[in-house]
């Protein structure tokens, strides 16, 4: 596990090079769906990841948001679950929180996880039983406890939405971070204290930072409290995650299933 580690920091830290040449520079935007935008940059990033990992592991299955899914993968034992440029809206707007994702699933579980923010330089990664890492140095989730305490990473289109206020006034704080992965990442090494989205997201937005969650002493669950598995036919989860050490995230879920009863 520790040659794949490391395989997939340098494809993580390479495909970073290319979407800094394409940072604040020239490249095409296209709608692939309501305010879901792909740039040339996202390709470019797919089309590396995808030439050297699965050349290189041929026996792996591959789930990216930028290749036309495959049923294949679902029988495959180990698959990548890959975000070649999670925060594609931030990455239009220049604002550096988007990520290159990573991970690598078995038996419909992250045992392998790759963050790379290639405009901070940080590199978040986890392999099952290793611990995690940012930079090379271990992290650790927040300890807090108390929700009222608590800063919450959450998404800036949801706030702007509306879709927090019931749930604002049991918090400390709301801090709007882009890329689900990044904050995920954020999260792992205690630089919030817990991270939750009321949407729907896909598995490639989710499944490395989920490692890195596990390895830094937290976990990342649906709302309502269900465990999540990978490399399942429909890759979207609903309705939506939070993350974070146990017993605040317990007490997100009861509060949110208070609300949704």
Known sequence: ????????????REAGKILRGYYKAD????DKGFRNPVTTADYASNHYLEERLRSSYPEYGWLS???????????R??????????????????VPNFVVSIALVEAGQPVLGV????????????????GAHLDGDAITVSSLTNLA???ILNSRSETRRGLWKPYKHHFRALKPVGSVAYKLG????????????????????I??????????????KVVTGKDLTYNQKKVVIKPGLVAGNAAIMAKFIKLYNYNHR
């Open 149 to 151: 305490e608590a800063e």
């Open 115 to 130: 963050l790379h923010n290639p405009v901070t330089n940080e590199t978040f990664s986890a392999a099952k039983g290793m």
């Open 27 to 30: 490249y095409q935007i296209r």
């Open 77 to 94: 034992e180990r698959l990548w679950v890959v975000d070649p440029l999670d925060g594609t809206k931030e990455f239009i707007e220049g």
């Open 186 to 205: 954020l999260v792992a090494a205690g630089r919030g204290d817990m991270f939750a989205t009321l949407r729907p997201k896909s598995e490639w937005d």
């Open 207 to 220: 499944c490395a930072g989920h490692c890195i969650l596990r390895e830094a002493g937290a976990d990342l």
């Open 1 to 12: 596990m520790q040659n794949l580690l490391a395989d997939a920091v340098d494809a993580a």
């Open 65 to 75: 948001e930028e290749t036309v899914d495959s049923s294949d993968r679902l029988q």
